[in-house]
Every structure is written in structure tokens, then in C-alpha cells.
């Protein structure tokens, strides 16, 4: 069965970097367009970033964009995802998502697998 596990988050002071990494098998994933959400506690799931299943195409969020930076292995079956500059207001439970052979997706809604999450806090 399809298995996403995300793995790098952890406690970075503001202004710090993290490089979160989303492991996938059980798929073909190179035929999988990935992205990844977060979830802070009393918000709702949101879409940060996502990249198409063939060539080079991505997605950002508005709060992200220019600071966060999506990218995928396919030999490697990995997404990751590079964080800047992060604030308090990165800190959430970040989740990777995959559907087959689909566009950009933008949408929680998009997608067909999910990873578990990795907690990502960020000090002031």
C-alpha cells in the first residue's frame, strides 16, 4: 500500500532554516504530483506547497512563497521541502499528499494519500 512518511521537523528559532522530507513508497512516484500542507492548532489544514508529476512545475502558498522551496527525487522517491526564514507563524504539523498524475494541486481535497506529519515549532 502507499506509505508517506515525512521526517526533518523539530525546533528552530526564528529566523532559522528546516528541510522537511517526505519518504514515499508503494507507488510509482514518478507518475505522483506531491505537496505538502500544514495544520496549526484552532486553523484549518492549508496548502503550502506543490509540484507537478512531470517536469518542474510548483505551487506556493502567498505566506510561503519566496521562502519555502519544493523539490522531488523521483530515483529517490522523495518531496522535500526547504523552509527559510521561518516565523512563529510556520509552526504547525506539516503533512505530505500525493495523487496520481494530476497538475499542480492546490486543494486538500486533490489528493488521495497522506503521511502522518512531522511537528515543526518555531521559537520567538
Known amino acids: 500500500q502507499v506509505q508517506l512518511v515525512e521526517s526533518g521537523g523539530g525546533l528552530v528559532q526564528a529566523g532559522g532554516s528546516l528541510r522537511l522530507s517526505c519518504s514515499a513508497s508503494g507507488l510509482t512516484f514518478s507518475s505522483y504530483s506531491m505537496g505538502w500542507f500544514r495544520h496549526a492548532p484552532g486553523k484549518e489544514r492549508e496548502f503550502v506547497a506543490a509540484?507537478?508529476?512531470?517536469?518542474?512545475?510548483?505551487a506556493y502558498s502567498d505566506s510561503v512563497k519566496g521562502r519555502f522551496t519544493i523539490s522531488r527525487d523521483n530515483a529517490k522517491t522523495t518531496v522535500s521541502l526547504q523552509m527559510n526564514s521561518l516565523t512563529p507563524e510556520d509552526a504547525a504539523v506539516y503533512f505530505c499528499a500525493a495523487r496520481r498524475r494530476s497538475g499542480v494541486l492546490t486543494t486538500r481535497e486533490s489528493y488521495d494519500y497522506w503521511g502522518q506529519g512531522t511537528q515543526v515549532t518555531v521559537s520567538s
Open positions: 509540484h507537478s508529476w512531470s517536469g518542474t512545475r510548483t
